[in-house]
């Protein structure tokens, strides 16, 4: 693997006490879900954390991207409203090897960018991520990661990408990772045939799966303009069935921890 000194030295550095636990959620195409996947599985896991009274969340989200989305996100989020604290770091190294020492936090939760220089002609058993600050913050983030998170959609436009970034990113370094079907469209997809493709798909590679999909919802997509997440949106039952799904998320993943 290609790790910089500068990196290296940070990541050895970072002492971490037994309770901390990091997840990367990763999926090399855009638009698979990541920062709604990071974003309400932290909502889920820091809504279900044992309260301290010092008022600091054992949850931390973390944003990797330049464009700092998760960033934007939460700070759409009324503040009492936000079951977990963050942390952006555009993709500067060093900034998480350095939170993970703190013991008052017990999760990390990681979104990533999709990585879309990925060398083409990387030998097979040659890291892909070439060189670039983005491939940089990643190779930090996986350094770190205790588990991936990985999203496939039944749209078929995600699962090379699914592979892809499981066999040539996450199996090379020996990172457990966990497959979450994202967007099954419960009302188009009514007999379920390509949920079931997707799963059949997953499981014919014997990738652990997360048993259920998150369904799509309307309110999924006006969350990051109306300043939410899945733990606070307005009552209803579509928004029982949007936290379900991502609570099944979040208790899969604790599972696998
Ligand atoms: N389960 C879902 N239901 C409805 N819309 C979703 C769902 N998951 C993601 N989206 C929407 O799809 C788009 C891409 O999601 P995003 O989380 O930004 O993906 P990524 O971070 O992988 O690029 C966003 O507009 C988001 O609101
Ligand atoms: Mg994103």
Not at 154 to 175: C, G, H, N, Q, Y
Request: glycine share 6%.
């Amino acid at each position: 693997m290609t790790t910089s000194t500068a990196l290296r030295a940070a990541v050895d550095a970072a002492v971490r006490p037994p309770t901390t636990r990091v997840i990367v959620v990763i999926q090399q195409k855009g638009g698979s879900g990541k920062t709604t996947i990071a974003i309400n599985t932290a909502a889920c896991s820091g809504r279900s954390a044992v309260q301290s009274d010092d008022g600091v969340s054992s949850v931390v989200a973390a944003g990797t991207d330049v464009q700092g989305s998760l960033e934007k996100w939460c700070s759409a989020v009324r503040e009492d409203a936000l079951p977990f604290d963050y942390v952006v770091t555009r993709g500067r190294v060093g900034i998480l090897s350095e939170l993970v020492q703190d013991p008052s936090r017990r999760r990390f939760i990681v979104d990533t960018p999709g990585f879309m220089d990925v060398d083409p002609d990387a030998e097979w058993g040659e890291d892909p991520l070439g060189q670039s600050p983005v491939a940089d913050a990643l190779r930090e983030v996986l350094e770190l990661a205790d588990l991936a998170i990985v999203p496939i959609t039944p749209s078929k436009i995600t699962w090379d990408e699914a592979e892809f970034t499981i066999e040539r990113v996450l199996k090379p370094r020996s990172i457990p990772f966990l497959v979450v079907i994202n967007m099954h469209d419960p009302g188009k997809d009514k007999g379920e045939t390509q949920l079931n493709k997707v799963k059949a798909w997953v499981d014919e590679r014997n990738y652990p799966r997360v048993s259920d999909p998150i369904r799509r919802y309307t309110i999924h997509e006006h969350a990051y303009e109306n300043g939410a997440v899945v733990t606070e949106y307005k009552m209803s039952g579509t928004a029982l069935n949007a936290r379900e799904d991502f609570m099944r998320v979040a208790l899969t993943m604790e599972q696998m921890l």
